[in-house]
T-cell receptor, first 116, second 115 residues
Framework: EPEVTQTPSHQVTQMGQEVILRCVPI?????FYWYRQILGQKVEFLVS????????KSEIFDDQFSVERPDGSNFTLKIRSTKLEDSAMYFC??????????????FGEGSRLTVL | AQSVTQLDSHVSVSEGTPVLLRCNYS??????LFWYVQHPNKGLQLLLK??????LVKGINGFEAEFKKSETSFHLTKPSAHMSDAAEYFC?????????????FGKGTKLSVKP
């Protein structure tokens, strides 16, 4: 069964460092997403991406965050200058479509980011 | 705005007994609702979804959920729990209009299954 894969599974970084989290969505999917879950809190939407541009972003997704699809297969989340509060599990997801409200999101296993 | 409330943070059942995980939603429009499951150190897996078709939705692994508009509920049930059902379960509503790609998660209910 096709799946979304994420790397790394766990990354530890120093505050202020840049981090790139990578995702390989399911190959025929057109919509891509990043969510995050701070320990003990809800899973929160960060951003959605379609046709090589951001289609929606939450208030969390500020200027320190960016996403891109550099090579047609990977979908990356970059955090420019990490803060302690960025420590979380980051989930990538993809879907075939979103309009019509029935496009199922397939999630990866997550990348745990720890900022020291 | 859409939201979901999971009424229990932790539910514990014995193997072979029924499971009930409760979820209430708030939506100005006819909602699309989902249940996702997360096993330890695994990703989020879709259990089932309601998208305005049949109100009783059957999912994987014997789970089902009933959409009740009058009660604004979408509770998840299973007749007989199995040890492998131990996981965290999330009730989710899809955003509306321009936010259709935005899934809004509940806080999650951790299900423990005792032998």
């Amino acid at each position: 069964e096709p799946e979304v894969t994420q790397t790394p599974s766990h990354q530890v970084t120093q505050m202020g460092q840049e981090v790139i989290l990578r995702c390989v969505p399911i190959s025929n999917h057109l919509y891509f997403y990043w969510y995050r879950q701070i320990l003990g809190q809800k899973v929160e939407f960060l951003v959605s991406f379609y046709n090589n541009e951001i289609s929606e972003k939450s208030e969390i997704f500020d200027d320190q965050f960016s996403v891109e699809r550099p090579d047609g297969s990977n979908f990356t989340l970059k955090i420019r200058s990490t803060k302690l509060e960025d420590s979380a599990m980051y989930f990538c997801a993809s879907s075939e479509r979103v309009r019509g409200g029935t496009g199922e999101l397939f999630f990866g296993e997550g990348s745990r980011l720890t900022v020291l | 705005a859409q939201s979901v409330t999971q009424l229990d943070s932790h539910v514990s059942v014995s193997e072979g007994t029924p499971v009930l995980l409760r979820c209430n939603y708030s939506s100005s429009y006819s909602p699309s609702l989902f249940w996702y499951v997360q096993h330890p150190n695994k990703g989020l897996q879709l259990l089932l979804k309601y998208t305005s078709a049949a109100t009783l939705v059957k999912g994987i692994n014997g789970f089902e959920a009933e959409f009740k508009k009058s009660e604004t509920s979408f509770h998840l049930t299973k007749p007989s729990a199995h040890m492998s059902d131990a996981a965290e379960y999330f009730c989710v509503v899809r955003g509306y209009g321009g936010s259709q790609g935005n899934l809004i998660f509940g806080k999650g209910t951790k299900l423990s299954v005792k032998p």
